[in-house]
């Protein structure tokens, strides 16, 4: 653990001195970019990298709901250009009239759109631990006129008050590592679907909670889930698991 900090430490003195042309002979990092330019890249990159690495061993020990005022970053349009909310409607093969349950919603930055996709019959459980967060998406839903979104306080850790096989489908996204018991809260998901129904969780490379597809994989299958598909790739993914 020392050794691993202490080499992510050693990792960005060397890029933010830009020491790195005296280790490999040349300017690697960004062929073609004048100097000027490249210094406060790498500055920038090391901070991004500092930050990075504290966060991710801080989360590491301390396991922490993301707080309600990092509501209005998760809901920006740069955000959902790079984890568009199409990736969960095209991965869970919504259709009208469906009934879908979203862990950990949060200001509604996915809920939206798949509340749409699923209108007018269709209804989105949206489940969030705090209550701030459901506040911002009563805001957000009552703003934009949509009504059939229902908004449920509770640990997806514990117990969701929904009735056992009452969805055709389910998603979270960057919620599941948030959450301490995270097989507990996938057989929680699995019993409130129904025999066939889809679960997708979705995961981005900038959360410092990120899990590698394997380990989701690995908690899904512990909860018996079957995999599906995916979509994406290994650093921005949309994994597809399925009630058998
Ligand atoms: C990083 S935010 C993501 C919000 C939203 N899914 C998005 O991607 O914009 C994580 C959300 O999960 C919620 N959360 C964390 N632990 C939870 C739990 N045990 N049960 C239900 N929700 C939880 C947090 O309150 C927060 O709103």
Redo the contacts with the bound molecule.
């Keep these: 653990m020392v050794a691993c900090w202490q080499c992510a430490q050693g990792m960005v003195f060397i890029l933010s001195f830009g020491f790195i042309d005296k280790i490999v002979g040349t300017w690697v990092v960004f062929e073609g970019i004048p100097l000027w330019l490249e210094i406060p890249i790498l500055i920038l990159l090391c901070i991004f990298l500092y930050i990075f690495v504290i966060m991710k061993l801080v989360r590491r020990f301390w396991q922490f709901?993301?707080p309600?005022f990092?509501?209005r970053g998760?809901?920006s349009t740069h955000?959902k250009r790079i984890?568009p909310p199409s990736m969960i409607v095209k991965g869970l093969r919504l259709e009208t009239g469906m009934s879908v349950v979203?862990?950990?919603?949060?200001?509604?930055?996915?809920t939206i759109d798949v509340a749409r996709a699923i209108a007018p019959k269709g209804t989105v459980y949206a489940?969030?631990?705090?209550e701030e967060?459901l506040e911002q998406l009563r805001n957000n839903i009552q703003k934009m006129g949509i009504e059939n979104i229902v908004p449920i306080m509770?640990?997806?850790?514990?117990r969701i008050p929904l009735d056992d096989g009452l969805a055709d489908a389910a998603f979270?996204?960057?919620?599941l590592p948030?959450?301490p018991d995270r097989v507990g809260?996938l057989r929680e998901i699995h019993r409130v679907l129904k025999r066939g129904g889809l679960y997708a969780d979705?995961e981005f490379v900038i959360?410092p909670?990120w899990p590698l597809r394997r380990t989701v994989k690995k908690w899904a299958s512990a909860a018996d889930f079957q995999y599906s598909h995916e979509l994406g790739h290994a650093f921005r993914y949309v994994l597809v698991f399925q009630k058998t």
């Design positions: 709901p993301a309600a990092i509501g998760l809901n955000r984890q979203e862990i950990g919603c949060g200001p509604r930055t996915f489940v969030d631990i705090q967060m509770a640990d997806a850790g514990g979270s996204v960057t919620v948030e959450i809260a979705a959360d909670d």
